[in-house]
């Protein structure tokens, strides 16, 4: 997989994209609007530097990898590519009509990977001709440090697109996890019943946000409490995450807490917005 292209310039898309520059691999970052483009290479620019200011790459690699970053808003792009990796909104519907586009205007044998944390692969594979080649490669963030990527096969996915994608994992430098398509895969199941609790627990006045990080990090090791990784993640994330777990099993379990809910109507996502359950400077 030579060719790759990621739609979506986001946080994680541009994060993708970064991480298969570094590995040697070009990649072509697509995104509708080339602001959100430019915005994307100097975030890219910006963490390659603070690898230059470490030590880690020579200003030599840096300007390397960013030559390895093709930036287009023009979807005919991905005519070539061997592996197409969605990076858009957690949204069924938007998700389904770019992958109907994509299986439209891709080569046969190109794989399309969905970078979704919630949304099922099944689903979003009955939108294309292809549901054999279509895939989950769930990259935690930030993308460029974490080592996992869950892979998550649909009920079609197939046993060669399983392999082409482990082995696209290895040569980013990561480790690939199998998991099958349920709500949440395992990744989200786990994390956000846990992220809902500690929300209910500052709702029902157990203890301040600090405290309840606090517990988490002393005495369960977490390198960051629930709290502050919602806010890192992005409250409206969450709350869409837990919305698919809820309607997913149908079980009051992953019922949001209302204070989440309340949040995100009042517009406090966490970092992105400068303020959630703690404030952010600009």
Known sequence: MNNVVVVGAGTMGNGIAHTVAVSGLSV?????????????IQTISGNLQRGVDKGKMSAGDKQATLGRIKTT?????????????EAII??????????????????????????TSSISITKIAASTKRPDK?????FMNPVPVMPLVEVIRGIATSDDTYMRVDGLAKQLGKTAIEVNDYPGFVSNRVLMPMINEAIFALYEGVA????????????????????????FIGLDVCLAILRVLEEGFGDPKYRP?????????????GRKSGRGFYSYGK
Not at 91 to 115: H, I, M, Q, W, Y
Not at 134 to 138: D, K, R
Not at 257 to 269: S, Y
């Open 73 to 85: 808003t023009d979807e005919g792009a991905i005519s070539t590519a061997d592996i197409v990796i």
């Open 257 to 269: 807490c209302p204070l989440l809910v309340k949040m995100v109507d009042a517009g406090w996502l």
């Open 134 to 138: 279509v895939i989950g490669m769930h």
């Open 28 to 40: 072509t970052l697509i995104d509708v609007e080339k602001s959100i483009l430019d915005r994307a």
């Open 90 to 115: 957690e949204n069924l519907n938007a998700k389904t009509s770019l992958f109907g586009k994509l299986d439209r205007l891709t080569k046969p044998e190109c794989v399309l990977a969905s970078n």
């Open 208 to 231: 301040t946000s600090e405290a309840i990080d606090g517990v988490m990090k002393l005495g369960m090791n977490h390198p960051m409490g629930p709290l502050q990784l919602a806010d």
